[in-house]
């Protein structure tokens, strides 16, 4: 059976800064991964790692080579097709979770879908569902400060999940929580790549890294 | 994106932080506000004067020194509407208008051990009243043979009678004019008062005792009443041909109803435009507070416009959310400060003018609108431009 692959990066270079001055923080990255792949990638800091994700996350463009998302080449697209892409095919995860304080978890759930253009009453109960999938079901009208951090990152997990996304690409999700709480994250994430989506996730805990199903490790701009 | 969803996004920003929307819509209020309230006090000072001047009849024409719109204005020619000249000028219209010099000035009048200050003594013909509507409530007018005669009696308004007469009745009195002892015949109905003059506190007496009694021969200005209305065009061209035998062009203006009109009218315009152009600074100040609100929730929510970009927002879906809420801030203070000012002037209405205008009031609407685009765009183009990275990494 032949598998299709999500991501395909080919001699990815980024530099920062000005010609004189340039930082290179990726040289020639080759990548591809395939549908329902689990990858953890995991390096040093200063190794790359997050530049990398964000060029996968189509935040950041590439300053050479070239990046086929589901086949359709991406590299040179333009800042309205970028968002277009992250809004439908891309989920994120941070890890300080990124939730909006003034507005409650389930309007922090529907976020990326008020810019699809989704009915209203649709995203709401799709909201609800996603909220129930990850257990919060007794907090969807809590402002994300009364929730704990485990409960947050749940919050932004199933707010990944809204546009129903092929690609979930997660930075460091269990940095800021504790144990438990961050193996139940990881949980609600080994479960979602069972259920079929493809997730990249950055870390540098060996315990966390292990669950992947794939390790790429980086170091200083490189695969090793 | 619909626009609802925008509105609604702007709506839960706005009232995120209440406090800080309402004082900055609040700047917004004061300035549309002002605007209103002084276009309006304008607006109804012109009607108030134009209605004044309309009352004087449609017939009526002035003759005043020098030349308006001349390369002197009025008073830097010396006057020379001589009492000799308004004579002849009153020959020459015989039988299409009737001719009166006003001469005289400002004193303080005297009975007993009361005076009256600030009188304006008006030596005027016989046929004054013919010629400007003078009610008469008591007692008569001077005559045809008084005023030949230069006898020293007095017309007084209703200002001279409550200060000096409060509890007897003044006719047969005499009252003391610059040294001379005037008899009082009539009273004459108030007349109110206009351009901010005390219009009763004038006493009426011949022009001939005006002459002796302060040694002037000039006329202030001479009144002119064609027959009828149909002759002011005829008065008007032969009163400036009979003027013309004897002055210069320069040395007088011959002025109908409509020119006074149109003067007046020029002038409050200006005056209108004026106290409007002072209230839009404050209009402005209140732009400037929006923008300021607008330019501090920008960097403050730089990572909330990060985190929108990097789950799917255009650069327009930021740039309508912010600009929206500039506008929103700075309509609504429009929309209050409309109310605010039409509620005020109808308060000032009661006591003084004011007519709300409705040109006014949609430029005060528009104005609101525009600042808030005006001002809100430059922190909207700034949202709109942040990077979705370096946003997110924003503390």
């Known amino acids: 059976m032949k598998i299709d692959p999500v991501i395909q990066l080919t001699g990815v270079i980024k530099d920062y800064g000005s010609e004189e001055f340039a930082t290179t923080a990726l040289h020639g990255i080759n990548l591809t991964v395939y549908k329902g792949d689990f990858i953890a990638i995991t390096g040093p800091s200063g190794s790359g790692k997050s530049t990398l994700l964000n060029i996968i996350g189509l935040l950041d463009t590439a300053t050479s080579g070239t990046y086929l998302l589901n086949e359709k080449d991406v590299t040179k697209i333009n800042e309205d097709q970028q968002a277009y892409i992250r809004n439908r095919e891309i989920g994120f995860v941070f890890q300080s979770f990124n939730l909006l304080k003034r507005v409650n978890v389930l309007e922090n759930v529907i976020l990326p879908s008020i810019y699809t253009g989704t009915n209203k009453t649709e995203r709401e109960k799709r909201a609800k569902e996603l909220l129930i999938k990850v257990g919060l079901e007794d907090h969807i009208y809590k402002k994300p400060n009364q929730l704990s951090g485990g409960q947050q990152q749940r919050v932004a997990i199933a707010r990944a999940l809204m546009n129903e996304p092929s690609l979930i690409l997660a930075d460091e999700p269990t940095g800021n929580l504790d144990t438990a709480s961050g193996n139940e994250i990881m949980t609600i994430v080994k479960d979602l790549n069972r259920q079929g989506k493809t997730i990249i996730m950055i870390t540098h805990e060996n315990d966390i890294a292990k669950q992947a199903k794939k390790l790429v490790q980086i170091k200083d701009g490189k695969v090793l | ?395």
């Open chain 2, 1 to 395: 994106m619909n626009i609802a969803e925008y509105f609604r996004l702007s709506i839960n920003a706005l009232m995120a932080n209440k406090m800080r929307s309402i004082l900055t819509t609040l700047g917004v209020i004061i300035g549309v506000f002002s605007v209103i309230l002084l276009v309006s006090l304008g607006s109804g000072l012109q009607s108030y004067i134009t209605n004044q001047i309309s009352e004087l009849g449609s017939n009526i024409l002035f003759v005043i020194p020098g030349k308006i719109g001349g390369t002197s204005g009025p008073g830097e020619t010396v006057n020379r509407l001589t009492l000799t000249n308004v004579k002849y000028l009153s020959e020459r219209l015989q039988g299409i208008a009737l001719v009166s010099p006003q001469i005289g000035k400002t004193t303080t009048i005297k009975f007993a051990n009361k005076s009256n200050k600030n009188t304006n003594i008006w030596g005027v013909s016989a046929n004054f009243p013919d010629i400007i509507k003078t009610k008469i409530i008591k007692g008569t007018f001077f005559t045809k043979s008084q005023e030949k005669n230069g006898s020293k009696v007095v017309v007084i308004g209703p200002t001279i009678v409550k200060n000096l007469f409060p509890n007897t009745d003044p006719i047969g009195k005499k009252i003391t004019i610059s040294g001379g002892k005037y008899t009082i015949i009539g009273l004459s109905a108030s007349r109110g008062s206009s351009f901010g003059q005390n219009q009763d506190n004038i006493v009426v007496i011949p022009f001939t005792a005006a002459k002796k009694q302060f040694s002037i021969d000039i006329a202030n200005q001479i009144y002119l009443s064609a027959n009828s209305p149909a002759l002011v065009n005829l008065v008007k061209k032969r009163a400036k041909e009979v003027l013309l035998t004897r002055l210069d062009e320069e040395d007088f203006t011959i002025m109908g109803q409509e020119q006074i009109l149109s003067t007046v009218t020029n002038i409050t315009n200006v005056l209108t435009i004026a106290l409007g152009g002072i209230a839009a600074i404050s209009l402005l100040v209140g732009g400037i507070g929006v923008m300021n609100i607008m330019l501090v929730s920008v960097t403050e929510r730089t990572k909330e416009i990060g985190l929108r970009k990097a789950l799917g927002a255009r650069r327009q879906d930021i740039l309508t959310q912010f600009l929206l809420e500039a506008v929103m801030l700075s309509l609504l203070g429009g929309t209050i400060g409309i109310l605010l000012g039409i509620g005020a002037s109808m308060i000032v209405a009661v006591f003084f003018v004011a007519v709300v205008t409705p040109w006014s009031v949609i430029l005060a609407f528009l104005f609101s609108v525009a600042v808030g685009v005006i001002f809100g765009m430059t922190p909207a183009i700034r949202a709109s431009k942040l990077s979705p990275i370096e946003a997110l990494r924003y503390e």
